[in-house]
């Protein structure tokens, strides 16, 4: 590459030339006179100078005379380019000097670029005689025209000062805006200097294009992600064609249709997720993208295109999808997605006129599988049950793990009702084989539950919970498979208000407690209080727990109902205990809500606002929660008895199981089931039952309560066989805490020693 040595006084005329001459191919050095550039050539030698005249320090014919005489510089090419003298004697004493061209300003840049080309074509193919004095010191010529210089410059002082007398305003508003421009230019340079720093540092791919789509930029983050070494792959190249002319199926995208062109063609923003571009060894990679477009004097000149690479994000999108929609274990639909394709199959369903078909389906006594083989091998029986279900359907029906032993199996699009046996038989035939785990056959038995749209429901929740209600008819039944009837649910419109009634009634305060006393037959003294809750329907009236519990423990309502319960029947408590009624309190527990250590959380803030002894509660699980699942049951148990929160096993008797939870000493109290209760005169063997259970508690060291006693002969026939403690209409009715308060108050009960005491 040429190197051009420019000498000047000026820094605007140095800057403007500097600029036309690099724009061109050449590289550029700059002196401000003679002097300086005669010191920098004998450092580093151009390939052509190009010179002023009048300059300080050493003018331009000094410097040309200086140049010529210097033996490594005088076959260097020297060209004047000045407006300073335009006599034709002036041109002469150049040449004579021995340079090889003299320029007059102004001209035109390309002939100025002509002229070079000119020189140095001439000087490479040796036509051009490089001309210098024989005699350095006796050049009359020169002598005489120094004299004629030095009355010019006087003569031209003369004028100049005077114009400067004249225009002194002038001249002071032109220097001003002289150097406004020079820093408004350093400004711009700067600027462009950053922006390309910019553009070459950032993480984030852009490039630019004009109206016909092709590249005018790219920055290095760009060549990266689309897999080019070199800007001029790109450069001139019609972006379009190169990373975004085709669909993900390899179908072509005509430009016209292109949406990031749109960003000149409609004048606006665009912006695209998830779109895809092609690298340059064909493979696709996703994007996030952005397209601006460039206005140049109010009119569109083309577009900024900055992107990135999402697939990182994409992949991390999919694993939470498949998180959320897909069951861990067997990598079947979960719950939330088959209500996903559920909800779409019906509404499909009522459009088109067709039906729809929802199977539940749970294993047999699946509980003595996990018992006797371990819970690995139940986790293997559930997947192979779940394998050989998916083996016999066919698109579009779909296999879902509901949780636990469950399934259900959606048949999205029937013509007619007879249609579900075909796949009812697959089902029985597919699992009517024994499974092998380890050498061991193991027979497995299904129970299953249908429901019908539109003649069961026309909702989700209607075609699940019927087809729930048909699955417990099936297990009651001959058949392993039953079809909802409405003689079978009689009351599942009322249930299934309540079930979607649920979140309502918290929010808007339909739910209430009633308090029941518990009294200690022995001392005859109150104990303390259980709280129960009541739901004042605005259809339905006074809905009692029975009728809504089990349905919030099925949807897991249930913990947001506990979460309620506790605050309510805690903020009471510390209420009584603020005015002196140092009163316990029993709260009935759902395990699901102590699942975590968050469930413990809130109860200890709970406990924590009020201001209660941990030792003034007393949580009731239910026999039957244990039974179903003990090792969730003590596990839960243990959580709560290691936080100090006292537990009693409420319903006791009923699930006929849990007699060896006793052994853990994880509850205080055992609470009798009311149904022995109150069945108890009128049958000895019931009368039989609670003596051995209060036989069982007092030789465990448990305090026994019994619930439901509504006569005074049960209460003093339970006092009698030993019974610690009882609550039931005999001793006082749940009441509201006003009520509650005042009975305390006058009943000849009176209050006993408490466990916080």
């Known amino acids: 590459m040429d190197t051009l040595l420019i000498v000047d006084d000026d820094e605007d005329s140095r800057y403007i030339l500097r600029i036309l001459l690099e724009g061109n191919g050449y590289a550029v050095q700059t002196a401000e006179d003679g002097a300086q550039a005669l010191a920098l050539a004998r450092r580093s030698p151009p390939s052509m100078i190009i010179s002023d005249i009048l300059m300080p320090e050493m003018d331009g014919f000094t410097l040309c005379r200086?140049?010529?005489?210097?033996?490594?510089?005088?076959?260097?090419?020297?060209?004047?380019?000045?407006?300073?003298?335009?006599?034709?004697?002036?041109?002469?004493?150049?040449?004579?000097?021995?340079?090889?061209?003299?320029?007059?300003?102004?001209?035109?840049?390309?002939?100025?670029?002509?002229?070079?080309?000119?020189?140095?074509?001439?000087?490479?193919?040796?036509?051009?005689?490089?001309?210098?004095?024989?005699?350095?010191?006796?050049?009359?010529?020169?002598?005489?025209?120094n004299a004629s210089l030095i009355r010019k410059l006087e003569d031209k002082m003369t004028d100049l000062e005077a114009l400067v007398a004249e225009q002194t305003a002038s001249n002071a508003a032109l220097k001003l805006e002289i150097g406004i421009r020079k820093e408004t230019e350093r400004a711009l340079r700067r600027s462009e200097g950053q922006v390309r720093l910019l553009l070459n540092s950032t993480a984030e791919a852009i490039y630019g294009v004009d109206l016909e789509g092709r590249c005018t930029f790219a920055n290095p983050a760009c060549l990266k992600m689309l897999g080019y070494t070199a800007l001029s792959d790109l450069l001139g190249k019609n972006m379009h064609l190169l990373i975004h002319s085709q669909y993900l199926d390899g179908k072509p995208y005509p430009e016209s249709q292109c949406r990031i062109s749109l960003a000149f063609k409609e004048k606006k923003q665009i912006y695209l997720d998830g779109d895809f571009f092609w690298r340059a060894d064909g493979t696709r990679f996703p994007v996030e993208c952005w397209s601006y477009p460039i206005e140049h004097e109010g009119e569109i000149a083309g577009a900024v295109v900055t992107f990135i690479d999402i697939t990182k994000r994409k992949r991390a999108e999919a694993e939470v999808g498949q998180l959320a929609y897909y069951d861990s274990l067997t990598g079947l639909p979960n719950r939330a997605l088959l209500k996903t394709r559920l909800e779409a199959a019906l509404a499909a369903g009522l459009a088109k006129k067709h039906l729809v078909a929802l199977f539940i389906l749970d294993v047999d006594r699946f509980k003595e599988i996990n018992d006797t083989l371990g819970d690995h091998y139940g986790d293997v029986i559930l997947k192979q049950v779940g394998n050989r279900i998916q083996e016999i359907l066919r698109p579009p029906n779909t296999l879902s793990r509901l949780g636990g032993d469950e399934f259900a199996i959606l048949l999205p699009r029937l013509a007619a009702t007879e249609d579900v046996d075909p796949v009812l038989k697959r089902i029985l035939g597919a699992l009517d084989r024994s499974f092998t785990i380890e050498g061991i056959p193991i027979a497995v038995e299904i129970s299953i539950g249908i429901s019908l749209s539109p003649d069961h429901g026309t909702t989700a929740e209607q075609m699940m919970q019927r087809a729930d209600v048909a699955l417990y008819a099936a297990k009651e039944g001959a058949f392993p498979y039953a079809t909802y009837s409405s003689e079978k649910d009689r009351y599942s419109p009322r249930r299934l208000a309540l079930m979607g009634g649920i979140r309502e009634a918290i929010a808007s305060d339909q739910f209430f407690l009633h308090y029941q006393p518990i009294i200690g037959l022995k001392t005859g003294k109150i104990r303390g209080v259980e709280a129960l809750i009541r739901w004042e329907h605005p259809e339905f009236g006074l809905v009692l727990p029975k009728e809504f519990i089990p349905s919030a423990e099925k949807t897991g309502l249930i913990v947001s109902i506990t979460d309620w319960v506790l605050e309510k029947a805690l903020a009471q408590c510390g209420d009584w205990h603020r005015n002196g009624l140092k009163i316990d309190m029993a709260i009935n527990m759902s395990i699901r809500a102590f699942e975590d250590q968050a469930g413990l959380k809130r109860l200890t803030d709970l406990l924590d606002r009020y201001q209660i002894p941990a030792r003034s509660i007393e949580l009731e699980i239910t026999e039957s929660a244990i039974a179903a699942d003990p090792d969730r049951a003590l596990s839960v148990m243990s959580l709560l008895a290691e936080n100090g929160i006292r537990l009693s096993i409420d319903d006791f008797g009923a699930g006929y199981t849990s007699i060896g939870a006793l052994k853990n000493r994880l509850a205080d109290r055992i609470k009798i089931d009311g149904s022995f209760i109150d069945a108890m005169e009128g049958n000895p063997n019931d009368e039989i039952i609670v003596r051995s259970i209060v036989d069982l508690g007092q030789n465990l060291a448990y305090r026994v309560v019994a619930e439901g006693v509504e006569r005074k002969e049960t209460c003093d026939r339970l006092s009698a066989l030993g019974c610690d403690e009882a609550q039931g209409f005999y001793l006082c009715h749940p009441l509201p805490p006003k009520e509650i308060d005042r009975w305390i108050k006058t009943s000849p009960w009176g209050l006993g020693p408490q466990a916080s005491d």
């Open 66 to 145: 200086e140049w010529k005489f210097d033996k490594d510089l005088k076959a260097i090419p020297f060209i004047f380019y000045t407006a300073t003298y335009t006599d034709p004697g002036d041109e002469a004493l150049a040449l004579s000097l021995g340079a090889e061209r003299y320029v007059v300003k102004p001209v035109e840049p390309e002939a100025f670029l002509d002229i070079i080309r000119e020189v140095f074509d001439e000087f490479s193919k040796g036509r051009l005689v490089v001309s210098y004095p024989d005699d350095k010191d006796e050049l009359p010529y020169l002598k005489s025209y």
